[in-house]
């Protein structure tokens, strides 16, 4: 439910130009903030009445800036302007104010209280939200980062590490050597060094690049999650502040939150890091084509035919919110996708992509890779092919999959 209580203010000698009904979008027409921070990729629809108007907030997706693969799709409902409001209705008064209306109020959502502030004028529109406070704070001030990559003390297994990773099945995966089956295979895969760095002369693993990249996580009483991570740009890397719009949470019951995600934030974040300047990567967030040539898939085939399952099935929660499950036990902290959301895309979208023929030449060949850039790990080569070989099957007996992040609580200095 939202309710508001709006104020007024005086009216100026001069009379701005009238308003009628119009749709803001873009940084040229649209100005957002969210406690001072700057919000992108919403749009603003006006519908005036009298010296009263109601002020819709959304925001929606276009695809095809990520890639002209996607050209032609509907865009997809993204995050609101508020956590747990897709969409937000504003009736407030419109006052003349020198050449523009202005406006504001206070309000609460289910998940939120706020008070707002704007103006607008038939070309532009500016809509500030201020006082915006979660209801509930049982989350909020803590700050946490990855859990380390600690080995066990006989170097067989790691003691720590930033990922949460569980996989249970009815059926047993028999596997020499490995006590806890697909548990087992899921900590080597993200252990190889697969990713490359320094121009391609050195690689490191999923865990490497996480426990490097990302740096603290903090919960704020707004609702924002504050990210640190380490940016890298022009050959040079810093610790810089990932847009605080980006990643937005709340708590839904005990142990579980929502959290939303804003593409657009994500894509600037990701156009700051491309230092390679892939032509898969457009050349900004806001709707330009891809460096690629435009008539051509940007996207590999295999890539495309695995999102165009994926994609339907998590669309939605774009716009709803992403379920996180979280469990802290004194300073430790586990944020994880359970199985409820897990599973059916696993049964689904994962047995279908891994019966093509590409995907398992795609995998045979980033093994090759791996071992080639190290070696050592030639000895967990078996182990994986076997575990590849039965993976279908285990996949259909699977009854329980967590994947998220293991977190240490960081000082307060």
Known sequence: AISAVFCSCSKDDESPSPLSGKTYTGFT????????????????????????????????????????????????????????????????????????????????????????????TPEKLSLDFSDVRLKD?????????????EKNPDGAGLKSQPFHLIWESELPLQIPGLQNGIGDILDILVNLPVIPVYDNTAYMSLTQAVASGLRTLAFSPDGNFVVTYLKRAAGAAQFAHAPLCMLQYAPAAPGLMKMWVNPTDVLTVVLQNNTAQSPDIPENPFGKPSRADASSPTIPPLVMKFLMQFLPRVAPLLAEGIPVNYSIDGNAMTLYIGSDLLLPLVKDVAQTVLADPEVQALIKQALADAVKADPSILQYIPKIEAFLKDLPQFIAATTRIELGLNLVKTPVN
Do not use: R
């Not at 409001?85 to 504003?90: A, C, E, G, M, N």
């Not at 001030?141 to 990559?149: D, E, F, N």
């Open 29 to 120: 027409a649209l100005q957002m903030s969210y406690n001072s921070a700057p919000m992108a990729g919403k749009t603003v629809t006006l519908n005036p009445s009298g010296d009263k108007g109601a002020l819709t907030a959304y925001s929606q997706f276009d695809l095809s800036q990520l890639s002209s693969a996607f050209a032609g799709t509907p865009a997809l409902p993204a995050p609101g302007v508020l956590p747990g409001s897709p969409q937000l209705t504003l009736e407030t008064a419109l006052l003349p104010s020198g050449s523009v209306y202005s406006f504001s109020g206070s309000g609460e959502t289910d998940v939120v209280t706020y008070s707002y502030s704007g103006t607008a």
């Open 137 to 149: 704070q049982s989350l909020a001030g803590g700050i946490w980062s990855p859990a380390p990559v």
